[in-house]
Nanobody, 121 residues
Framework: QVQLVESGGGLVQPGGSLRLSCAASGSISSINTMGWFRQAPGKQRELVAA???????DYADSVKGRYTLSRDNAKNAVYLQMSSLKPEDTAVYYCYAQIRPGGRVGWFDYWGQGTQVTVSS
């Protein structure tokens, strides 16, 4: 059973920083893309940042220069360092990974349970 476990959300003042962590566990053969999405109330889930196995990274325009995504392949983990946070960054953040489970053929999408990030004074 593959699962993604997130941590690090919370309440922060505008201009502050937070670091989100996500680790994949279970029977895993390999992992392709890992990253984070977010969903604000009344809005669709959107890509925040994603990193491929080779290391190339994509960011949403709204977070470029403020967020940094990093990956630890040895730990099957991905981290999102968020700085200069704005109220509009408030959302539930979901970890995402494209994983080939052990003993199975093909790639499957997995999601974390979500962690709330609230930016407010």
């Amino acid at each position: 059973q593959v699962q993604l476990v997130e941590s690090g959300g919370g309440l922060v003042q505008p201009g502050g920083s937070l670091r989100l962590s996500c680790a994949a566990s279970g029977s895993i053969s390999s992992i392709n893309t890992m990253g984070w999405f977010r969903q604000a109330p009344g809005k669709q889930r959107e890509l925040v940042a994603a990193v491929r196995t080779g290391g190339s990274t994509d960011y949403a325009d709204s977070v470029k220069g403020r967020y940094t995504l990093s990956r630890d392949n040895a730990k099957n983990a991905v981290y999102l360092q968020m700085s200069s946070l704005k109220p509009e960054d408030t959302a539930v953040y979901y970890c995402y990974a494209q994983i080939r489970p052990g003993g199975r053929v093909g790639w499957f999408d997995y999601w974390g349970q979500g962690t709330q990030v609230t930016v407010s004074s």
